[in-house]
């Protein structure tokens, strides 16, 4: 009885290989995206912090509502600019995500066939199990004969 051989498991190898670095990126491109979301929480945070420790100046003159002025302008600049990063996060996360599923695809593809190969593999080595069972017992009962007749 010979033992079990794939072969193609290179090839799954590869394709597992391939899929783990996929998922890799997936997961590098999801911190990208948390990134940007933590720096947006991070700019509004600044923002209404501001916002409130120059409310609460007690005199307020030109400079500073001037100042508060341009802040908020830029603040808004940088959202803006945070918003157009994230949505071209977001769509590299998409691409990644559509190329992990396909390597999870392939992989699996090629799981299903050494799985099915396995079970062929087995019923193949249980058939040859109970061949050879059945020889033996045909070989022991045709020597039962012999052995009764010197007795």
Known sequence: MTTFHFPLQRAL????TQ????????????????GIDRERAG??????????????FPAL???DLSA????????KARARALAAKRVACQKELAARQAAMLEARRQCR????????????????????????AADSYLAQWARRPALEDTL
């Not at 190898?13 to 597992?16: A, F, G, L, M, S």
């Not at 899929?19 to 948390?34: D, K, S, T, W």
């Not at 508060?68 to 603040?75: K, P, S």
Request: glycine share 8%; hydrophobic share 45%.
């Open 13 to 16: 190898d590869w394709r597992r």
């Open 19 to 34: 899929l783990q670095l996929a998922e890799a990126r997936v997961e590098q491109q999801l911190a990208v995206l948390a």
């Open 43 to 56: 700019l509004d945070a600044t923002g209404q912090r501001t916002e409130i420790e120059v409310r609460q």
């Open 61 to 63: 003159n030109g400079g």
């Open 68 to 75: 508060l002025g341009g802040f908020r302008v830029a603040l």
């Open 109 to 132: 593809l090629l799981e299903r066939l050494k799985d099915r190969r396995w079970s062929e593999w087995q019923s193949a080595a249980a058939k040859e199990l109970d061949e050879l």
